[in-house]
């Protein structure tokens, strides 16, 4: 056996030992929150712990969400993988593809006995997550939504009583908030989920064929569409005046908001928690996104971006026990409203939302709601259930490369798009060839 | 010199102290910031003067450690990256001092075959053969231990190959007299060769210690217990939050901190460091 | 080039290269030789399915625009930071020289950003290069220049220059120093008495003499600037924007752990291997002829 030669040639050297003690029943959860995130993620184990005896689940912080994943499945090539990792959406197709190594949630809970109910769920979080047959794959976790977020006192200096609700509306503010000083009208985070997947979502443009990749790997990309190319055309024109600003692939942009050189910001509703510690010196208000009127009379739904906990294959069933009796833990609606109401993340069941609006939270938190608002808006289509295409963490860098290409002016909205487009596909064919 | 050219001493000088402001600046930076409530750096520009908040961000990074760095104390990580660095650096320095004594001084079948084999390794960093080597180190059981941060990256010829060159340059004579005297292998390098190392092995602790306290994406994948995290692997998951902002305060008191140790090595070893790295190179 | 004089033993020798090449092949040899085999399959990321696509990685490889324009990036970088850590630390040295009494003071306060790890050293560049929060970025927009690396390639690309180059300058300048006072003083001061300047006497007599240190001092800097500065570009820029400043062994990594493309990367890893071991030869083969004379 090639393993066992090899350890035996190692010889001195492999008198090396793990030291994690695996006392009594350990699970092993490895998640990619940081900051004041990661303090609330051990809480929530913590409060685990102590509610019962048997298991003990231990969070492991591993970096980012890729960091996370690959170090995840190096772990696993190598057999030494956590009962629970915390994947981000963008991976969910990959994780799907790997049949034998992922150990599916309504699985989970039928064979420990668990209850289980998967209508407790909001369908719209879970439908990013279940197979077609209508089965919970994944846990969900720390879901969110783009919101826009503006500053109220810059908005009043420019004349401007009410938030924007439609993309012209966004143009005029930002001019008026720049004739009063401010040098650029808004900012966006995570430019692909925010200005495309959910752009698409919003208006129910597909952006890809066979519903977003749910119904095949054999999918193609359309995100080049008319309405897409109309669209970020007009960011990138507005980006020469400032009207548009971009400031950074994932969050970097946030200091344009805070520093009150951009009045408007769209990004996560997760964000939420930073912009109220950050935005010191003026208030700040939070809006739905705004849409194009000439692409929809009205807007659909947004969908989700954030994590899912994927509970890995190969251990003990007494570790899965533990698994899921720790995933009811975490759906309780205690527990969910807490989580909601601190980080901003939509809550996962129906229970948590109603007990949230009981206590009273979105009326002394005006704008927490909105994220809700916006997923529950219509009942969802084809085009805004979310989406799954392989090897989307790479395709992801494409958008970005292409649109930072846009940005600068090297590319016309509908150059960069195509070749994001056609670049993409290649990746779809590449991931559909190895599964 | 012969010749006296105030002017052009003057402009020396301008000039270097220019090249050490240049250098410094930086330094300084990260320090300033590190004094500063949080807020201050993320809205508005970052400050240039020191600000108020130096001991209580340096207690806290100290003490509590931080939670977007898996709410580690810097003091353990910068623990965990000086018995790392320190084990590379002594088993870098013994195995490969050896195995170019060898090459160097013994005639044998496979010679350069053993040579080639190591010098292969000269140049290629672990980042590019990251996945196969970690998944030899879990088949080992490594994963999570001080072997298995530090053993994998001591496969690497940089310090054979200097004592090689080193040893190339000891005079011949010396051997000679050696076996004359009848003294075997093992008295010869105990005797001569190692004693005459000296500077060598001071110049290339600097740089071990250097290469191995700086490593950033190994660590990263080899530990899942905290109790191994190291301190530049720390830093940067302070840098990478989702779905929030860096606390840069804190980020810039740990990069503070994790300066101290190899700038306080190369400074206090320069004048060894500078000696053992030329005279190899002559 | 050999020793006339060596021991003869039977085992002795090979106990002393033992741990070495023990070391070797477990955690290198091995290894790479998996790349090499990951290289010619196309594999899921989970390792549960693989099949064999003889060299259809490679193919996709070198029909790949990006990849190409990789090299490029990789040598535009290269030559940059070479280029301005040795001319930098050259000056600075030849400045130090002249103020022989002083020299150990500049040296002392010059050398610190070597010991600054790449992935601080990474960290520091993009938080004073932050187009919102950066002091760096401030004072150029105060210029007039519209400082954003995260859109603009050119940006990036000055920035990860900038911070290679301040990391290398202090190991340049502490080899040309020891160079230059190598130097025999007698040699300069018969050309002052000859009348020639300080400028002519640098170029007709100093440099010509620092060529041996220049070149080895070329060859560590090209290596530095091709695999070091991996923690550098991980900080910074990851690669962008739109690939601005991918060069080879980010892309590596970028390609095979975040994108998870395993046979991809081990395919660049091979290339990378390649051009490593032809970088290794000839650096072997110019510092044996420099022994032998």
């Keep these: 056996m090639k393993r066992a030669a090899l350890a035996g040639a190692v010889g001195v050297a492999a008198f090396a030992f793990s030291t994690s003690a695996w006392a009594a029943t350990e699970v092993q959860w490895w998640h990619a929150m940081g900051g004041k995130l990661g303090e609330k993620v051990v809480e929530l184990a913590e409060g685990f712990n102590a509610s019962q005896s048997d298991y003990k689940v231990v969070p492991v912080y591993k970096g980012t969400y890729t960091e996370t994943m690959t ?77 826009l977020y503006y500053n109220r006192d810059a908005l009043k200096k420019a004349g401007v009583t009410e938030a924007p609700k439609t993309w012209p509306e966004v143009a005029e503010v930002a001019k008026k908030a720049q004739a009063a000083g401010y040098s650029c009208g808004f900012t966006t985070g995570w430019q692909s989920w925010v200005q495309i997947e959910n752009f698409s979502a919003w208006h129910n443009l597909p952006i890809g064929t066979k519903a977003n990749g749910f119904a095949g790997t054999d999918t193609e990309f359309t995100f080049n569409s008319a309405g897409h190319v109309a669209h970020i055309g007009a960011l990138a024109d507005w980006q020469k005046s400032k009207i ?21 910001y769209m990004n996560s509703s997760a964000a939420y928690a930073g912009v109220k510690a950050n935005a010191k010196d003026f208030e700040f208000g939070v809006s739905t996104l705004p849409y194009w009127p000439e692409l929809a009379s009205s807007p659909q739904n947004t969908i989700i971006g954030g994590a899912t906990l994927w509970v890995l294959q190969g251990h003990e069933s007494e570790e899965y026990k533990g698994v899921a009796k720790f995933f009811s833990y975490l759906s309780s609606a205690e527990v969910q409203a807490d989580w909601h109401q601190f980080t ?9 939302a109603d007990l949230t609006r009981e206590q009273g939270f979105y009326k002394a938190n005006p704008g927490t709601d909105v994220s809700i ?63 | 010199m012969v010749e006296n050219r105030p002017w052009l001493t003057a402009f020396s000088h301008l000039v270097l102290i220019a090249g050490v402001l240049v250098t410094a600046f930086p330094i300084w930076i990260t320090f300033v910031a590190s004094t500063h409530p949080g807020e201050n750096l993320l809205a508005g520009q970052a ?35 000086l018995i790392m660095s320190l084990m590379i650096t002594v088993g870098k320095i013994a195995i490969s001092i050896v195995s170019a004594y060898a090459i160097v001084y013994f005639k044998f079948p496979f010679r350069m075959t053993f040579f080639w084999l190591i010098f292969i390794t000269l140049m290629l960093p672990v980042e590019v053969r990251i996945l196969p080597t970690f998944q030899v180190v879990a088949d080992l059981g490594m994963l999570n231990s001080y072997w298995g941060l530090s053993v994998p990256l001591i496969a690497s010829a940089t310090a054979t190959f200097l004592f090689r060159q080193f040893f190339l340059t000891v005079p011949e004579e010396l051997l000679e007299a050696a076996r004359i005297d009848g003294a075997g292998p093992i008295k010869f390098f105990r005797d001569i060769l190692l004693p005459l190392s000296r500077t060598n092995i001071a110049a290339l602790f600097v740089i071990l210690f250097i290469f191995g306290w700086n490593q950033y994406l190994w660590p990263l994948l080899v530990t899942t217990d905290e109790s191994f995290y190291t301190i530049v692997m720390g830093i940067q998951r302070m840098v990478n939050v989702a779905d929030s902002e860096p606390q840069w305060h804190l980020v810039m008191a740990t990069a503070t901190l994790a300066m101290i140790p190899p700038v306080f090595i190369v400074i206090a070893m320069q004048r060894l460091f500078v000696k053992g790295l030329i005279e190899t190179e002559k | ?21 023990v070391i070797t092949l477990i955690f290198f040899i091995w290894p790479a030789s998996q790349a090499l085999y990951q290289s010619v399959l196309l594999e899921d990321a989970f390792g549960l399915s693989r099949q064999f696509v003889w060299f259809q990685n490679f193919a996709q490889l070198f ?83 519209d400082w954003n690396h995260e859109l603009n390639g050119g940006d990036a690309m000055i920035l990860i ?27 300069i001061e018969a050309a002052a008495i000859d009348g020639a300047s300080p400028l002519k006497r640098f170029w007709t007599i100093i440099f010509p003499l620092l060529s041996p240190t220049t070149f080895f001092l070329l060859v560590v800097n090209v290596v530095y600037a091709f695999f070091d500065t991996f923690g550098i570009i991980h900080a910074t820029t990851e690669g962008g924007p739109a690939q601005a400043t991918n060069i080879l062994v980010y892309k590596v990594y970028s390609d095979g752990f975040i994108g998870l493309d395993l046979g991809g990367s081990a395919a660049q890893s091979v290339v990378l291997m390649t051009i490593v071991i032809a970088l290794t030869v000839v650096q072997f083969r110019y510092i044996e002829k420099k022994v032998e004379y």
Excluded at chain 1, 344 to 352: D, E, H, M, S
Excluded at chain 3, 4 to 20: C, D, E, G, N, W
Excluded at chain 3, 63 to 75: H, I
């Design chain 1, 71 to 147: 170090s995840a499945i190096a772990a696993f090539r190598a057999k030494q993988h956590p009962h629970i990792v915390q994947v981000f959406e963008v991976g969910t197709a990959t994780m799907m593809a790997a049949k034998g190594a992922i150990y599916p949630v309504y699985q989970l809970m039928k064979d420990s006995g668990e209850p289980f109910n998967p209508s407790d769920y909001l369908a719209s979080v879970t439908g990013y997550y279940t197979d077609t047959d209508g089965n919970m794959l994944s846990m969900p976790f720390n879901s969110s939504t783009p919101v």
């Design chain 3, 1 to 21: 080039m050999e020793k006339r004089v060596t021991f003869s033993h039977k085992s002795l020798p090979y106990l002393l290269v033992a741990p070495q090449i």
């Design chain 2, 47 to 81: 400050p240039i003067w020191p600000g108020p908040m130096l001991w209580q961000n340096y207690s806290e990074v100290l003490s509590a450690g931080m939670g977007a760095a898996g709410g580690v104390p810097v003091g353990e990580m910068m623990w965990n990256s």
């Design chain 1, 344 to 352: 901003g993340y939509l809550p996962i069941t129906n229970a948590a």
């Design chain 1, 373 to 435: 608002n916006q997923m529950t808006n219509k009942p969802p289509t084809e085009n805004s259930k979310g989406l799954r295409f392989g090897n989307f963490v790479q395709i992801r860098d494409i958008i970005n490369e292409e649109m930072e290409a846009i940005w600068s002016g090297d590319k016309s909205a509908q150059e960069g798009l195509d070749a994001a487009v056609s670049r993409g596909n290649e990746l779809l064919r590449k991931f559909e060839a190895s599964n």
């Design chain 1, 244 to 264: 548009f600003d971009y400031g950074g692939r994932r969050s970097d942009s946030a200091p344009k908001f805070y520093g009150q050189e951009c009045v408007m």
């Design chain 3, 161 to 187: 220059v900038v911070a290679a180059t301040w990391k290398q300058i202090s190991y340049n300048f502490l080899f040309f120093l020891a160079g230059l006072q190598a130097i025999p003083r007698s040699l």
């Design chain 3, 63 to 145: 029909g790949d625009r990006l990849y190409l324009a990789s090299f490029t990036t990789t040598m535009v970088f290269s030559i940059a930071t070479t280029f301005f850590s040795l001319s930098i630390a050259l000056f600075l040295a030849v400045m130090a020289d002249r103020v022989i009494k002083s020299a150990t003071v500049y040296r002392t306060l010059i050398i610190w950003p070597y010991a600054v790890a790449p992935a601080v050293a990474g960290v520091l560049f993009f938080f004073m290069f932050n187009p919102s929060i950066g002091i760096l970025a401030y004072m150029l927009r105060a210029l007039g220049y």
